[in-house]
């Protein structure tokens, strides 16, 4: 089957069983190996819906979806297919199983029967990649929520998956938890390629991603990439979402008569950009 | 003599577990005092000891060591009536809509004012008042079930269910978690409204943004003690300090620091992107002359 995609949903839509309407409707996504995508969306709007799609936890009313060539309805391969598209959810405190750091790294291969030295030598190898060593034997109720997602990521990652869908894996941690855990798998998308599709409220998050998709109501109502994205401010605040401070900051500057170019996300950007114009050195 | 409206910590420690194995400092020596009118930021990093303080401010934790003083009156003395001190401080917890329990928004929300001995009349009028405060139309959700409603709506009216008791003092512990941006913008607006109506706020925030556009004083916790205090202005200059902690600053205050560093003429202390850009087309127009 084609490698073209590692995630590739075709007009899907998902209607709940006590709901009249659906909550998706006809939405098409494709995952390249190795991209970063962000999904945006108001509360409601049908993200996390989408999310349990993607990898067989839920089956669509219409339309297909397929992981890795493999059709989410093939029931025979449903293992295959969560093992292939690993996830990872908002609450810490909700994905954690055992009593030691290790053993819930473990958990999962466990349950795939694989051999214990080689069981052994994945569980080191995924604390490493998401730099828990040293922590492999502690309890995972000392860690903090960022440490405590890590953790679920090694969990995923001993499994070998070829894609990782977060699902607001951020939104519960303070600052440094955030940025710990978005670096932890921006760094597993860059070295690895594993395709990552990262649902987020954090516009910040998003400036990160290869392309951001936005839903709104259970359709997509916009696509591009970051850059794109969020120069579309007033767009974006009738969709109920934000931009990041600089891209805000950049349009009323420009609607204020100061010529800065589209695009301006970042602070290192927007230094730049001022710099250019202000700064006695030019 | 004048008693002045405040909350004053005194010395204030606080350890879970004393005299066992698995004792630990939660907060240690914190003097702070929550004056009339503040709307204080508590920020800190996951653990450094904020939901801990903010559940000494109505009397939920008892403190180790040290006091908490209510406009003056010591709340975990012998003779204070805690009960009417502990009214007129509202709490609301982190994810407060999952303590949503009631078959009806309107009963909920009773809950608090019902526990006060209220007359029904009286109850009604503060469902109606608070329902107003948090935007939640009477008429059309008084008679749902918190259930059947959006979580941000359910997180209103968890809220409007602490404003019934009309606190003096509302204390949020991270009221915006978990939510979309609009939904956000909405109870910050909400918890600005009720500051500028006179309610006294502290507010556990972990977003600088946010904080830097509300609040009139900050507090930083770290590991247990009180690292720095003060106005916004003061305390968002501090870019070093907030980075060691975990915490950083607001977007506008790194940009006007990487902006200085390569020479552009601003004040040190920029911290509101609405400051910044005022500043920004100031130089703009002296550079381009127009």
Known sequence: MSEAYRILAEDVSYTYEESPSPVLKKVSLRVKPGEFVA???????????????????????EGKVTVCGMDTTDEDRIWDIRRSAGMIFQNPDNQIVATVVREDVAFGLENLGVPHDEMLARIDKALAAVRMTDYAEHAPHTLSGGQKQRVAIAGILAMAPLCLIADEATAMLDPSGRAEVLGTVRRLNREEGISVIWITHFMEEAVQADRVVVISDGEIAMEGTPREIFTRVEEMRRLNLDVPQMAALAAELRAAGMPLPEGIMTVEEMTEEVCARLCPSN | MRKAMSIELRHLSHVYAPGTAFSSVALNDISLTVHDGDFLALVGHTGCGKSTLVQH??????????????DGEDLNGDKVDRRKLRMRIGLVFQYPEYQLFEETVAKDIAFGPKNMGLSAEEIDSRVRWAMEKVHLNYDKLAEKSPFELSGGQMRRVAIAGVLAMQPDYLILDEPTAGLDPHGRDRILGIVKDLHEGGTTVVMVSHSMDDVAQLATRVAVLSHGTLKAEGTPREIFRQREMMAEVGLGVPAASSLCAALRARGVDLPDDLYTREELKDHLLRLWKEVSGC
């Open chain 1, 39 to 61: 999904v945006l969306g108001h509360n409601g709007s049908g993200k996390s819906t989408l999310a349990k799609l993607l990898n067989g936890l839920y089956i669509p009313t």
């Open chain 2, 57 to 70: 401010l109505n009397g939920l934790l008892k403190p180790t060591d040290g006091q908490v003083l209510v």
